[in-house]
């Protein structure tokens, strides 16, 4: 039963760590980051695993380093928010100009809250195994 306790622990500290990770890199963006308006120029419609709804992913033109830039943003979503041609508020990150956050969305941060919170339960979950 101690391995599995082990095992339970583990996992939870990775999925803690993953979030802390995903945290750190989100706020590095929003604190170093450029903000910029951008138009979305398309929406990028992909269908993820067998499920049938496809995910939109918004691409972005702005204006970065005196150039014309485009990029996706990392994050998809089920419903489009975005329509071409609308104009967004983004966050790029000057060292990476393909990464880029839509400013003011908390969708990162929602993640990376369950995914610790998921580790948090997970690793209690190990800790108490090992009380049996």
Do not use: C
């Amino acid at each position: 039963m101690s391995e599995i306790a082990l095992m339970v622990g583990f996992a939870g500290v990775a999925f803690i760590m993953v979030a802390l990770y995903i945290l750190i890199k989100q706020r590095a963006i929003q604190k170093n980051g450029e903000y910029v308006d951008a138009v979305v120029v398309r929406t990028e419609k992909r269908y993820v695993r067998a499920e049938p709804d496809p995910v939109f992913y918004p691409i972005f033109q702005f204006q970065a380093n005196g150039q014309v830039q485009e990029a996706e943003h990392w994050i998809g979503s089920r419903r489009q928010k975005y329509e071409d041609g609308e104009t967004v508020r983004i966050i790029y990150n000057k060292n990476n100009i393909d990464k880029i956050n839509i400013a003011g969305d908390k969708t990162a941060f929602i993640g990376s809250f369950v995914l610790g919170l998921v580790g948090v339960i997970t690793l209690a979950v190990g800790v108490l195994l090992t009380t049996i």
